[in-house]
T-cell receptor, first 111, second 115 residues
Framework: QKEVEQNSGPLSVPEGAIASLNCTYS??????FFWYRQYSGKSPELIMS????GDKEDGRFTAQLNKASQYVSLLIRDSQPSDSATYLC???????????FGKGTHLIIQP | DAGITQSPRHKVTETGTPVTLRCHQT?????MYWYRQDPGHGLRLIHY???????DKGEVSDGYSVSRSKTEDFLLTLESATSSQTSVYFC??????????????FGPGTRLTVL
């Protein structure tokens, strides 16, 4: 069974600090990964996508992918209360169409 | 925002009744997906479509059927709803398959309660 694992949290981070979210996956074939943010009662919204080993930065967000370790992370710098949400890691595992999602990490930014 | 709508947005039905959920897109994307989201399980793929009349099963397809007669519409049918199908259902679209670099964009969701 191809899986994506995330710590469900909650992860509590002070406002202005760096929030670090982690994800591991079980399929060495996967070529791309996506981080989605989901506010309570809303649909998932794409934050970052990453396709190659290394770091990818977009504003306050940095995604990191290590295919050898099957590990992907999301760093949020200068965390804001509006960043409080559930963050979902997802990848196309097992050679199939569609994404396999982790269960999500609940992030709380404390003012 | 991607042009995706879902209808109905909320529905309460009784066990044993048929239910159809509709996903409509204005992006002319080839791929469409149905996911369900449940506490403790996250998002799980039910069915997907890679073109008009072309569909395939996902991880949790039992009890569900789909149809796609037009590029813009993807229907999810629960032939005989059960309480275990109480969930939030999300439709998603992408230009190409999830195997590539293309992103999936999600609709607003349908909250279904089966009593």
């Amino acid at each position: 069974q191809k899986e994506v694992e995330q710590n469900s949290g909650p992860l509590s981070v002070p406002e202005g600090a760096i929030a670090s979210l982690n994800c591991t996956y079980s399929d060495r074939v996967s070529q791309s990964f996506f981080w989605y943010r989901q506010y309570s009662g809303k649909s998932p919204e794409l934050i970052m996508s990453i396709y190659s080993n290394g770091d990818k930065e977009d504003g306050r967000f940095t995604a990191q992918l290590n295919k050898a370790s099957q590990y992907v992370s999301l760093l949020i710098r200068d965390s804001q209360p509006s960043d409080s949400a559930t963050y979902l890691c997802a990848g196309p595992l097992g050679g199939a169409d569609g994404l396999t999602f982790g269960k999500g990490t609940h992030l709380i930014i404390q003012p | 925002d991607a042009g995706i709508t879902q209808s109905p947005r909320h529905k309460v039905t009784e066990t044993g009744t048929p239910v159809t959920l509709r996903c409509h897109q204005t992006e002319n994307h080839r791929y469409m997906y149905w996911y369900r989201q449940d506490p403790g399980h996250g998002l799980r793929l039910i069915h997907y479509s890679y073109g008009v009349k072309d569909t395939d099963k996902g991880e949790v397809s039992d009890g569900y059927s789909v149809s796609r007669s037009k590029t813009e519409d993807f229907l999810l049918t629960l032939e005989s709803a059960t309480s275990s199908q109480t969930s939030v259902y999300f439709c998603a679209i992408s230009r190409t398959s999830g195997l590539g670099t293309d992103t999936q964009y999600f609709g607003p969701g349908t909250r279904l309660t089966v009593l």
